[in-house]
């Protein structure tokens, strides 16, 4: 069985949370726990960006988690960046335990200044389960029906698949 902690660090909404819960309990029978990791935020902040720098976190993350054994998905409701990109929705080891999926740009307010929850919750699922997948092994596939389909921005987001194709759900589902 899969084993996945959540932890979610600044205002992630409980109902955030319940619904990437019930996601990955659904759709990959995952036993979901919450964790609370104490980052601080603002030590991995670029100034000039206004954005935080997602490997930096990740590597706080590593330190703080030894002793869990299972994949630690890291929730921030920041703008994420690494050097080379303007922004990021998540990043993730591969093959590894670790990933953090941003919130800040999954928001349809974010683009339009509408609200639309649904939206917004697809999108969380579709990076969660992408960052996860690269925890598993899997590269960007390229078949648009697959979460594991880059996305390089929230269009590509939205007309991906929101779980893996047959080829990707093999590391996955065991």
Known sequence: MIKVFLAPIGNISSFTIESITKGLMKKLSADVEVIDL????ESVKSIERSQYYSTKILASAITL???YNGKIMILVDVDLYVPVFTFLFGEAQLNGKHAIVS????HEE???GEINNDLFYSRVL???FHELGHNYGLIHCKDW??????ST???E???KGDFYCSSCSKSIIK
């Open 65 to 67: 988690t030894e002793h």
């Open 103 to 106: 919130l800040f740009r999954l």
């Open 126 to 128: 579709k990076e969660v």
């Open 157 to 159: 987001v939205d007309i």
């Open 153 to 155: 921005g929230i269009e």
């Open 38 to 41: 104490q980052i601080d935020l």
């Open 145 to 150: 029906n697959c979460v594991m389909h880059s």
């Open 110 to 112: 974010f683009y339009s």
